[in-house]
């Protein structure tokens, strides 16, 4: 559902300007006759951006428009069934092409990665490279873990950061992605390493449109676990006969 805003486009004009100073330069939106035409306008700036989203590569305004009116005109010839299954096409093929594409990339930058000085491989394919060793405890899958992390993609975009938002995050170890959970097993308290995750070990090929990962790419985390937070101390189990 697509929430509009209340105000009008309206200009904004700039403050009589002092005699002794340069008059401010006036901030102008576009001025619309009737209440109607600022929701058209609202409509249409929202709607690209929500489309923009997921279609960044040769979008076409001008096909757009030409589509917009021959739908209000009611001249069309097409249903809105074809219309819906030529986009399910178009959009299937095109996650499907960047899907092998971050894939291909991937292994690559994982092949390479591995020839590095200080990275480590594991059989399960991820990688990590030790900047401080840890000397606490480590977790298990059933513990928590405080940890500050900051992840990047390969091309250095990065798409979730403790760090940045300035707190640590608290979360079960075996509630995350395989290869977090993975790396956190391994790290003792105090421990800040880069772990390299492969796709089949994070988002794979359907991570939240939202995050900004595309299908099957790699993610970078520098990682520290800051506290180990133990699973409540294990109650006795009451033997069968006890009480017999």
């Not at 940890?147 to 975009?157: K, Q, S, W």
Request: net charge negative.
């Amino acid at each position: 559902m697509v929430v509009l805003s209340l105000c009008h486009l309206v200009y904004i004009s700039a403050k009589p300007p002092k005699k002794e100073a340069a008059a401010p330069v006036a901030v102008q939106t576009p001025v619309l006759a009737k209440t109607t035409d600022s929701v058209s306008y609202y409509l249409g700036f929202l709607y690209a951006k929500q489309i923009l989203q997921s279609f960044t590569e040769g979008f076409s305004t001008d096909a757009f428009v030409v589509g917009v009116k021959k739908a209000v005109n009611k001249d069309v010839a097409i249903t809105d069934a074809e219309a819906n299954q030529f986009l399910q096409n178009y959009f299937t093929q095109e996650q499907q092409r960047i899907s092998q594409k971050q894939l291909n990339e991937g292994k690559q930058f994982l092949a390479e990665n591995a020839t590095k000085e200080g990275v480590t491989t594991l059989p399960s394919g991820l990688q990590y490279k030790v900047l401080k060793e840890g000397t606490g405890v480590k977790p298990t899958a059933t513990d928590e873990a405080e940890v500050m992390y900051h992840g990047t993609l390969i091309d250095g975009t990065v798409f979730d950061s403790a760090k940045e938002r300035g707190e640590p995050v608290t979360f079960p170890v075996n509630r995350v992605i395989p290869g977090f959970s993975e790396a956190l097993q391994l790290m003792g308290e105090g421990a800040v390493w880069v772990i390299y995750v492969p796709a089949e070990l994070g988002y794979g090929e359907n991570p939240d449109p939202r995050s900004g990962i595309k299908p099957n790419s790699v993610l970078i985390f520098e990682l520290e676990l800051q506290k180990v937070i133990k699973a409540d101390a294990d109650i006795p189990q009451v033997e069968p006969n006890l009480f017999k």
